[in-house]
């Protein structure tokens, strides 16, 4: 067991379901503790905790400017994949922040590959898309000053 503050898988589960109402993406990934590196580099993401059970899977408690998620070995027994292994994601992460242009040229140097570029969309937001090195696609933005 490693990490801050996460003492046992019973703490991981009251982290998840911490209120009766929560929504927190978790992210299966090919190797959970490569991209605990790339979120910390590409989106100044701070690790909260982190699990690794007797099998040797990663689960660990990420925030971006304290919004969380979680990062998690894929484990096909469990039926975990990672968009690498499906060739694909159905997800998109939705990243509001105040300088999208910054973060997503932060992220690209981190070794996300670029979607399509921030720039100002018809639907109200400046923004762009990349896809972190396991598939998992972030569109990076923020509202257009109303004018």
């Not at 190797?31 to 989106?43: G, K, S």
């Not at 639907?123 to 598939?135: E, F």
């Amino acid at each position: 067991m490693s990490g801050s503050g996460c003492t046992s898988w019973s703490h991981l589960v009251r982290l998840v379901t911490m209120s009766a109402s929560s929504l927190t993406p978790m992210l299966t990934v090919k190797d959970a503790v490569t991209a605990i590196e790339f979120y910390r580099d590409a989106f100044d993401a701070v690790e909260q905790a982190r699990f690794t059970a007797p099998a040797g899977h990663v689960v660990a408690e990420m925030a971006i400017d304290g919004l969380r998620f979680f990062v998690v070995d894929e484990n096909p027994e469990a039926f975990n994949l990672s968009p690498k292994s499906l060739d694909g994601t159905t997800v998109r992460i939705n990243l509001i922040v105040d300088d999208p242009d910054a973060t997503a040229a932060q992220a690209v140097g981190a070794g996300a590959s670029e979607i399509f570029p921030v720039a100002d969309q018809p639907y109200g937001l400046r923004q762009g898309r990349v896809a972190d090195p396991d598939g998992h696609h972030w569109l990076i933005g923020k509202p257009l000053d109303d004018e």
